[in-house]
């Protein structure tokens, strides 16, 4: 296992058009989380998952985000109708059932670039 | 989670060692401190965390003051691959929360 994978690493998109990332955590990791950054910021959450439960979702996951994880497994995040706003880092994390106590793991993360 | 207050940047000459401190004066008792570090284009890497005392691995080390209200991130000979941004952040271990970052501290290792 080499860590966490995101898919793909960069995107481009005209407005109006839906895309969708895919998360690929550490395999023993139950706990995955999507986080949204932008240029000279900090990461900001958008949503949690524990196994296949999406269980807290930020007030930034307007209603054209979804995210999934069906299976307990990979997780995918679509957006839809993509906004010029949209345009960031896009980083999934996971971490162990220990609570993440030894911090998360990070993937590279999908840049998404809206035109 | 407690706020903290980092400096927005720092620089450090190679091969010295880089002092990163962090503020954290509402930390509460069950809250550990992590650091975290995001090299350009890449996703936050962690680094280290600790509850009250002081902490070493193979990256850096962790100083808590003895009142918890800050520490210091250090890197004991920083190379140029060390610039990047460190995030102070603290939390409670063993729930289940989102992290949640700052703007963190911008390290710029001089040559």
């Known amino acids: 296992d080499t860590g966490v994978s995101q898919d793909p690493r960069h995107k481009i998109t005209k407005r109006g058009q839906n895309v969708t990332f895919r998360c690929d955590p550490i395999?023993?990791?139950?706990?995955l989380y999507w986080y949204r950054q932008t240029l000279g910021q900090g990461p900001e959450f958008l949503t949690y998952?524990?196994?296949?439960?999406?269980?807290?979702k930020s007030r930034l996951l307007s209603d054209r985000f979804s995210a999934e994880r069906p299976k307990g497994s990979f997780s995918t995040l679509e957006i839809q109708r993509t906004e010029q706003g949209d345009s960031a880092m896009y980083l999934c994390a996971s971490s162990s059932p220990a609570g993440g106590i030894n911090g998360y793991t990070f993937g590279s993360g999908t840049r998404l670039t809206v035109v | 989670d407690a706020k903290t207050t980092q400096p927005t940047s720092m620089d450090c000459a190679e091969g010295r060692a880089a002092n990163l401190p962090c503020n954290h004066s509402?930390?509460?008792?069950?809250?550990?401190v992590y650091w975290y570090r995001q090299i350009h284009s890449q996703g936050p890497q962690y680094i280290i965390h600790?509850?009250?005392n002081n902490e070493t691995n193979e990256m850096a080390s962790l100083i808590i003051t003895e009142d918890r209200k800050s520490s210091t991130l250090i890197l004991p000979h920083a190379t140029l691959r060390d610039t990047a941004v460190y995030y102070c952040i603290v939390r409670v271990a063993d729930r289940d929360d989102k992290i949640i970052f700052g703007k963190g501290t911008r390290l710029h290792i001089l040559p």
């Open positions: 998952f524990q196994n296949e439960a999406q269980l807290e």
């Open positions: 509402t930390i509460s008792g069950n809250e550990y």
């Open positions: 600790g509850l009250k």
């Open positions: 395999s023993e990791h139950n706990r």
